[in-house]
Structure formats: C-alpha cells, structure tokens
C-alpha cells in the first residue's frame, strides 16, 4: 500500500469514527436522562423508554435499505446524507418542549443514524487491507467505547448545569464536522446503474421489523397483553414468510438470503444480538438503581455507568489485534462467557453496595464486550464478498440495534413485571415500589440474561468445534 493510501484510510477511519461517536454518545447520554425525563415531564418508567426505543425503531427498519440505497448511489452519498439529516433531528431535539416534540425529533436523528450505522463499517473495511481488519474492527470497538464513556460522563455535567435540551446540542458541531470530513476523504466508490430498487422487499421489511418490536414493547404495557402480543407476532412472522419469499424472487433484492448459507455468519449475527439484548436492557436499569435506588448524583452516576464502555475501549484494540493472528471464534467466544459472568457479578449488587464494589463487578461487562465485539464484528465482515460488504455492515449494525431495541423492551417489562411480583401493592408503576423490591427485580433480571448469554456460549462452543474439525472432513 502506497504513503498516499496509508494516509487516505486514516482520514477515512476519522470520517467514520464522527458518525460512530455521534450514534453512541447520543444514545448513552439519554439513557442517563431518562430519570430526568420521567421525573419532569410527568411520564412513568413505560413512557420514558419511547425516547430510546423512537430510535431504535427507525434505525432498525431503514438500516438494510440505507445500505441497498449506499450500493445504487454511493455509500459516501449516502453516509454524507446521514450526517446531514442526523445533525437538523439533534436540533429539533434540542429545541423541544414536549414529548411529542422530542419524540420527532428522534425520529428524525434516526432516518440519518440508519446510514451512518449501516454503512459505517463497510467504509472502514474497504479503506483498509483484509490483514488488518481485525485490527480496523478493533478501533471500530475503541471509538464506540470513547463515546459511551464520554456519554455519562458529559451528560451528567450538562445535566447538573443545564436543561436536559442541551444534551442534544453536542451532536451539532459533531456532525457538521462529520459532513466535512465525509465529503472531503470518503472515495465516491463505484455505484451501480440500472438496478430497480425492491420496494416491496422494502416495505415488508419495515413492516416485519415494527410489528416485532411493536409486540415486545407494547404487549407486556395493554389491557390484553397476551391477545396484541399474539397479534403482533403473528403479523411479524407471516411478514417475515412473505418478505423471504419476495426477496428470493426479486432480482436486485434488498437483502441477499444467500449470505446466510454461511453458517460463520449465521452465527456471529445471532450471537452478536444475544450480546446486546443483555447490555442495552440492563444499561437501562443501571441509571435508576444508581440515582434513584442509591440517591447518587447525576454526575457521580455518568462517571460509574463510564467504566464498562473505559474497558471496553482499552481490550477491544488488543482483541482486535489478537484475531488477526489466532482468529476471531476462540476471542468471540471467550468475550461471550465473560460477559456471562459479568450478570452474575450484577445480580449481587446491594442498596449498600460502595463505589468500589460496584465498580469492580460492572467492569466485567466491559471486559466480556470487549473481547466479544471486534472479533465479532471482523467475523461477520469477513464473511461476504467484498462487493456486499455493504449488507453485512447493516447486518452487524442490524444485530446491534435489533439487540439493543429488544432488550430495552424485554429486560425493561421484565423488570417491572418481576418487581410487581414482589409486590403486587404497586401494580400501577414499579418505580414506586420499595426500593429493595426493585434492587430485587434487578438482581433477578441480571441473573435472568446472564443464562440467556448461556446460551449463546453453547451456540458459540459448538460452531467453533464444527470450524476445527471441518478441514478434518468429519
């Protein structure tokens, strides 16, 4: 590779790293937030999660059509469009009023984060030679920790200072920073003429993910929970059947189903939303038994919530580097098991429980993470032609923020519906149970994901058997 090509990926690796910050400082500021939310806006703890999940929702549906659009005009196009559209949904964030303000202003962030998450890796894999992807991914996994250290951290000081508006603000010069360096580094790249988009593939997809997610968010909160989960569901898989049968016969699909042939793939995809089911449901949780279950400050709460993501950002690097030379399955599954014992760790945390505890059974999940996602993510880019590099980045991003959006809705009912177990006095809002009945939800949701993490470590074991004995022939 020549000087000139050595210093253009570095500007492109800035380029990405902006957009890669902006999604994540984003979302773990207002996860530190939502105590504030719910306590000034006049909302309970189901309400409140609509700020996260408004996200996730958009982000979720349009990322594989973000990622079919970057194939047909550009993905430097697109990822430019992203910031653009991102930066104007943080100012309408931040000039909010009202709940339903916030909420379409999140919208809004979201239609420009689709392309940022979707095409953010495929940039960086093709800016960099394959022997360093492992090494790509793993700074990929350090900017991710960066912001959500940074998250907390900078949320509780504006938070103590400031109107809970102008968390939003920081994106602003971010994301005008971020357009800039995309216009100026990211190579236009080889768009592809002539291909019809599939919007009927587009349409079942956004529909099939929304009902979805729909299901586990509103279900659990109705009147007839078990009749609008039953719906939901059914409609979400019958669209699911329909929008496979569409895409193997469309010519130019939305996504290729070929690609999940690949039983690498199937795998790290699978596994990677088994990670983040459990991280983003108890990061929820963490912020209210810091401030409202301990009566720790907002700035003292951003800077315990800072360590896992710190440790994170410190192993993924190193992790990153390790796969290149001993593979990415051994690392992934290893992070996997960690993280595992990580819940455990959690399930133990008290009313009582001083800073130093805590800090040292919380950095385990930093460790697990780290050692998980790098290889993971270089696992799932690895695993496709270079031509589709595009819809695997939108299938990791995909697993992520599909994880994310699920275990928001599913450890946050999960949580309410244990603490109205322990006391059933409180049926209306588990938030205003005792306190040590909610310190008990959690511990038990803690334990709960750390033995659906078990399962992914069987998962995990047993394809890494299959990988070494493959070349044996049996």
């Not at 000139?4 to 990405?16: E, I, N, T």
């Not at 047909?72 to 339903?100: E, M, P």
């Not at 909420?103 to 953010?120: M, N």
């Not at 796969?323 to 009582?352: F, K, N, Q």
Request: proline fraction near 5%; include cysteine; charged fraction near 10%.
């Amino acid at each position: 590779m020549t000087e000139s090509r050595q210093g253009q990926k570095w500007w492109v690796m800035a380029a990405v790293a902006v957009g890669i910050f902006l999604s994540t400082i984003d979302g773990s500021i207002v996860n530190l937030a939502l105590p504030r939310l719910a306590r000034e806006l006049g909302a309970g703890f189901a309400a409140v999660q609509w700020v996260v999940l408004s996200y996730s929702f958009t982000v979720v549906s349009l990322m594989l059509i973000a990622a079919r659009l970057g194939h047909r005009y550009g993905k430097q196009r697109v990822y430019l469009v992203g910031f653009v559209v991102f930066t104007l949904g943080s100012l309408v964030c931040a000039l909010s009023s009202s709940v339903g303000a916030l909420l379409a202003g999140r919208v809004v962030q979201s239609v420009g984060g689709s392309a940022l998450v979707a095409l953010g890796p495929a940039i960086v894999t093709e800016a960099f030679p394959a022997t360093e992807r492992g090494r790509a991914m793993g700074l990929v996994g350090a900017i991710v920790s960066v912001g959500l250290v940074s998250g907390p951290s900078l949320g509780g000081i504006i938070l103590e200072a400031l109107p809970w508006q102008a968390i939003f603000l920081v994106n602003v010069p971010l994301g005008l920073l971020g357009a800039v360096l995309a216009l100026r580094f990211i190579p236009r790249g080889v768009t592809v003429r002539g291909q019809p988009f599939d919007w009927r593939g587009a349409l079942l997809l956004v529909g099939t993910l929304l009902s979805f997610l729909l299901a586990v968010t509103l279900g659990p909160h109705t009147a007839e929970p078990a009749f609008l989960l039953a719906a939901a569901l059914l409609v979400s898989f019958f669209g699911g059947l329909a929008f496979v049968k569409v895409e193997r016969a469309a010519r130019f699909p939305v996504v290729d189903l070929t690609l999940f042939s690949r039983s690498d793939l199937s795998v790290s995809v699978f596994t990677g939303w088994m990670g983040f089911v459990a991280s983003s449901g108890l990061v929820l949780l963490v912020p209210f038994f810091l401030q409202d279950l301990q009566g720790r400050p907002a700035a003292a709460a951003g800077l315990l919530m800072a360590v896992p993501p710190l440790v994170m950002g410190l192993t993924s690097p190193l992790a990153g580097w390790l796969s290149d030379r001993i593979g990415t399955r051994p690392l992934a599954t290893l992070g996997l098991a960690v993280l595992m014992v990580g819940y455990l760790l959690i399930g133990g945390l008290r009313l009582d429980t001083p800073a130093w505890e805590y800090l040292l059974r919380i950095a385990c999940l930093g460790l697990g993470m780290g050692l998980f996602q790098s290889p993971n993510n270089s696992a799932i880019l690895g695993a496709v032609p270079r031509r589709q590099l595009g819809t695997a980045s939108a299938l990791l991003s995909l697993s992520r923020l599909l994880g994310q959006a699920t275990g928001v809705a599913l450890v946050g009912a999960g949580w309410s519906a244990l603490t109205r177990f322990l006391d059933p006095t409180q049926a209306s809002d588990a938030m205003l149970a005792p306190l040590e009945v909610q310190r008990h939800a959690l511990a038990w949701t803690a334990r709960g994901l750390a033995l659906f993490l078990a399962g992914g470590v069987v998962v995990a074991l047993v394809h890494w058997r299959r990988e070494r004995l493959a070349p044996l022939g049996t």
